[in-house]
């Protein structure tokens, strides 16, 4: 049974530094952490030069490819017919990332088939969370 989902998806950097226009982002959804999904930008496309990687809720980006949303670090929002913009707001300043809403509905598709939206408490692994928890706290 398959348990974790990568896709590359081709993005266009609106507002980056360093100057990169289009790059192939890589969005992750692991089975064993149901409510995340993980988008990872390759080293060229980042300040520090390696590779950088943003854990955020898989319901922000369902929503967010129908109606803005996010308040935090992360923002979600459809741009036009057809694309979707996702916004990272860091201390070096905002990013600004174009992306077809096509390949993140295929993205989520899949990960629907890993664990349905509305099933990931089921998923969850209390004991191990909690004794990750507590492991430094003794």
Request: aromatic share 8%; glycine share 6%; with cysteine.
């Amino acid at each position: 049974m398959i348990t974790i989902i990568e896709q590359a998806v081709q993005a266009r950097l609106v507002a980056a530094a360093p100057k990169v226009e289009t790059v192939p982002v890589t969005f992750h959804y692991d089975r064993s952490d149901p409510f995340a999904v993980r988008m990872a930008f390759p080293a060229p496309a980042t300040l520090e030069g390696v590779e950088v990687s943003w854990t955020f809720a898989r319901e922000l980006l369902e929503a967010g490819l129908e109606r803005p949303c996010g308040h935090g670090d992360v923002r979600v929002r459809p741009y036009g017919s057809g694309r979707t913009v996702v916004e990272f707001h860091a201390p070096e300043g905002v990013a600004i990332v174009l992306m077809a809403t096509s390949e993140l509905l295929r993205f989520l598709e899949r990960a629907a088939t890993v664990v349905p939206p509305g099933l990931e408490h089921l998923y969850l692994d209390m004991d191990h969370s909690l004794a990750e928890l507590m492991r430094d706290s003794c």
